[in-house]
């Protein structure tokens, strides 16, 4: 999930610099959930691990 939010980093980069503004807010936003969920996800599983 790291991942798909690095890669829509890139492409709201790429998309800023040639203009498209929608396109760059859009794939931020998307870049920014990604990355909450996979912290999340991440805090979880190591925590649930030492408990199993």
Do not use: T
Not at 3 to 18: C, D, E, K, T, Y
Not at 29 to 37: R, T, Y
Not at 38 to 51: D, E, N, T, W
């Amino acid at each position: 999930m790291f991942r798909w939010a690095i890669i829509f980093a890139v492409i709201a980069l790429i998309a800023s610099l040639f203009g498209f503004g929608g396109v760059a807010g859009l794939s931020k936003d998307f870049a920014i959930i990604l990355l909450v969920i996979a912290a999340i996800l991440a805090l979880v599983g190591f925590l649930s691990r030492g408990k199993v």
